[in-house]
Structure formats: C-alpha cells, structure tokens
T-cell receptor, first 114, second 111 residues
Framework: EPEVTQTPSHQVTQMGQEVILRCVPI?????FYWYRQILGQKVEFLVS????????KSEIFDDQFSVERPDGSNFTLKIRSTKLEDSAMYFC????????????FGPGTRLTVT | DAKTTQPPSMDCAEGRAANLPCNHS???????VYWYRQIHSQGPQYIIH???NNETNEMASLIITEDRKSSTLILPHATLRDTAVYYC????????????FGQGTRLTINP
C-alpha cells in the first residue's frame, strides 16, 4: 500500500540554524500539506500546496518558513532560522485527485531545537 | 478554532462496539464530516467521511443525524489497537482542505 514517507525521523538542531524537513508524498497525489504538533498539544495546520504554489497558510507559517517541491517526488519544509518554540513533530500529508480526498499522513519528523 | 465538540475521553471493552459522538451544530451545507485518529504520536490516520448519508467502510461506520448537527463514529468490534485519539473534523468540499484538529476523544479499549 502506498504511503507518505518523511526524513529524517528525528532532527536535532541549534537555535538559529536552518533545517529542511523532507517528505515523499504518495506518487499520484496532487495536494500536499504540512502540519505540526507541539508535545502534548493539538495537531496544527501549517500550509497547503497545490499546482506548485501555496494554497493556504496559517499564522504560524511566517516568513521563516518555506515549502518547495523541487522535483516530481519530494516536498520540503524549510525553517530558515529555528527557534526553541519550533520544537515539535512535523507531519507531511498528501491527498489525491481533489481537495475532497482524504489526507494520508507521514510518520512525522521530530524536530528538537536546543 | 475547531468547529466540533467531542468528549475528552471514553472507555470501551475489547470486542464491543465503540460509539464516539461529535457535535458540529454550526456545520454548513458545503462541509463534510471527517474522522481521523492518532495512535500514540504517529501521523493522523483517515478513517471515514460523509456529507449527509450514513457511510460504512472496512474500518468504521459513520452515522450523521438528519439535521447534520451531530454524528457518531462506530467501531463495530473494538480491539486494543483501536486505542487512540479520535478527531471529528468538518471540512469544506472545495479546494485544498485545511484540517482543523481539536482535542479529540481519547478512546481507551480495555481487555
């Protein structure tokens, strides 16, 4: 069964450093998403991406964040200058032919900023 | 903010049906009801969705009231592996979906 994969599973970085979180969505999907979950809190939407552009972004997704689909398979989330409060689990998701389709989530990347 | 209300926790005996309620009294005509679950700290997992008719798949059944203001997710024969946080989410039909997760219901299946 196709699945969304994410790398790395755990990333430790120092405050102020740039990080890139990588995702490989399901191959024929058209819609891509990033969510995050701070430990013990709700899953929060960050950004949706369709047709090579951002469809919607949340207040969390400020100019320190960016997304890219550099090739036909990868979808990345970059945080330019990490803060302590960026420590969270980051989930990538993808959905199929329409925005109505269910989203399939990856296993997540745990980002720890020290 | 989430537009749904769910009980924070529920217990169910293994092998019994688990019935998880959700209130979405402000749902609009172009919004579907989706259910996802999160097992421990894994990525959320899609379960089922519906508009106004009852739906069933291999995982669960979804019962939506006629006025669409509430719904119930039914896991017909709960197993220990169904222990998870269950989220009821309303989402518009059009465009890329932004899933707004609430606190969900923490369902514990007891042996």
């Amino acid at each position: 069964e196709p699945e969304v994969t994410q790398t790395p599973s755990h990333q430790v970085t120092q405050m102020g450093q740039e990080v890139i979180l990588r995702c490989v969505p399901i191959s024929n999907h058209l819609y891509f998403y990033w969510y995050r979950q701070i430990l013990g809190q709700k899953v929060e939407f960050l950004v949706s991406f369709y047709n090579n552009e951002i469809s919607e972004k949340s207040e969390i997704f400020d100019d320190q964040f960016s997304v890219e689909r550099p090739d036909g398979s990868n979808f990345t989330l970059k945080i330019r200058s990490t803060k302590l409060e960026d420590s969270a689990m980051y989930f990538c998701a993808s959905s199929g032919w329409t925005g109505l389709s269910e989203q399939y989530f990856g296993p997540g990347t745990r980002l720890t900023v020290t | 903010d989430a537009k749904t209300t769910q009980p924070p926790s529920m217990d169910c005996a293994e092998g019994r049906a688990a019935n998880l309620p959700c209130n979405h009294s402000t749902i609009s005509g172009n919004e579907y009801v989706y259910w996802y679950r999160q097992i421990h700290s894994q990525g959320p997992q899609y379960i089922i969705h519906g508009l106004k008719n009852n739906e069933t798949n291999e995982m669960a059944s979804l019962i939506i009231t006629e006025d669409r203001k509430s719904s119930t997710l039914i896991l017909p024969h709960a197993t220990l592996r169904d222990t998870a946080v269950y989220y009821c989410i309303v989402c518009p039909v059009e465009g890329a979906q932004k899933l707004v997760f609430g606190q969900g219901t923490r369902l514990t299946i007891n042996p």
